[in-house]
């Protein structure tokens, strides 16, 4: 039985062993003096005073030995046996003060509920058992050496009902007390829980979110905002001296609300970004949340709906279209093969010849935007794959092309569609040699695959000894039909890009000091379930 108790919790228990100490060192006090005082002999009509001033003591300082060397109890069984030996001598010293009429019977039934807190169910009802045989017993022996004691047999049973009465109130008591905390700590945990879950949603978020108080200080800021306004920490700062644009909004729109603000530039990382806010009323603070969009995520979402319509568009009017355009090419094709024509109409049929065939290219990659197949990866080793591709590559260029392979060593497996990689390689390749060719006389390309170390996935630079790309000219490099050269459709990096996202790898360009580096970034080879 004793194995079945249990306590509220380490400090409640601490908390309740204490006062249960200073109450028992109370009560011997107050029965030392009352029996120093020979107040005992006219006050209790049957009290032994030898035997009542020995145990007022005994109690007295047997609490003051167990206050000093058992502070804190942490075994039921110690516990047990300190509730056990205060119901023992109060129960002697009901005895000696004479039964029921002392009143200590009521300092029993105050030991037993104050056990029943720190011990629980059948080990709780054996100290209310104890008191009551004990009130109850001692009870018949004083009756039978004083005959007016035999009136106290009701009182008695009273008092020993009452021990059972506290003893079954208190564990009821206790154990709501105890549902409560525990669901008060379940409550608390899930809370926790999900402030931690909000702030992983608010942490991983794309739009930028920042809280400012009534004097513009951040309070709260999540990781992509301070991507977007370029800056580490901005906790606790204020926002005035990192973006007077956006305070400026902030005022205007603190003037009139229903205005939508315009748009800010950051000078540190190049983006152009809509601002909108909204107040909050916490705690009567004048906080303003400040939620931050990337114009260029906004600008390519509208660029690929308006896209996907012109495939859809282009899908309906390219048979009308290139029909007359087949016509007009075969017509210049025979033009230019007749004999009588002269060298400078014959010119002129070549161009038709030339601005055909890009008329034909741009409707092809129009028409690829919208019926481009889905994507079919495979498990690919990069390495192997890659020197496969330039043998091929090499056999089909020009003496003035030149491509070399750099393959470093690692794990190079990938998932991708073999078909749709020839296809990213063969535009980057492409563009690669008419830039190399715009500074040197021998155009040549570099395929470096090797494993980056911040993520460890596959990677592979393209690169070329060209002139570069201007700053000015990579921030519209992806966009389609975004061209530097005069025979070019705009389309190709566009594609690329889109093919490798949908094969789950990244198309970005590095700027060089001496070229120009597209660098793709591919999955793991892992297959998703």
Known sequence: MIAEASSPGIKQAQRLLRLYHLYRLSIGLILVLLVSSNLDNQLLEFANGDLLRTGSWLYLILNILLLVFLQNPRQPVQIFSLALADILLLSVLFYAAGGAPSAIGNLLI??????????????GLLLAAVAAIGIISL??????????????????????????????????????????????????SEVVSLEAL????????????LVLDSERRVQLVNHSALSLLGHARLDGQLIDDYSTALVERLQLW????TLRPQSLKVASTGL????????????????????????????????QLKLAALGRLTAGIAHEIRNPLGAISHAAQLLNESEELMGADRRL??????????????????LQLSRRQQSVPQRLDLKPWLEQFVCTVRDGATDRQQIHLNAGSGPFTTLMDPDQLTQVLDNLLRNAWRHSALAHEQAEVWLTLFIDPDNQ??????????PGVSAEQQAHLFEPFFTTSSQGTGLGLYLSRELCESNQARLDFKPRPDGGCFRITFAHGRKQS
């Open 139 to 188: 009870t018949f022996s004083l009756s039978g050496s004083h005959p007016t004691g035999a009136n106290h047999y009701l009182q008695a049973g009273t008092l020993g009902a009452l021990c059972f009465a506290a003893a079954l109130l208190v564990q009821g008591l206790t154990r709501q007390l105890e549902d409560s905390e525990s669901l008060a700590e379940q409550r608390a």
């Open 349 to 366: 049929t070549q161009i038709i010849q030339d601005h055909s065939q890009r008329m034909n290219r741009v409707i092809e990659n129009v």
């Open 254 to 257: 603190l003037n009139n609300p």
């Open 110 to 123: 105050v030991s037993v509920a104050i056990g029943n807190t720190l011990l629980r169910r059948r080990i």
């Open 457 to 466: 996935l596959p990677t592979l630079d393209v690169l070329d000894n060209g």
């Open 198 to 209: 909000n702030a992983l949603i608010l942490q991983r978020m794309r739009t930028g979110i």
């Open 272 to 303: 152009e970004l809509q601002p909108s806010f909204i107040a909050l009323g916490l705690n009567e603070q004048r906080q303003t949340l400040v939620f931050l969009e990337d114009l260029a995520q906004v600008a390519q979402q509208a660029q």
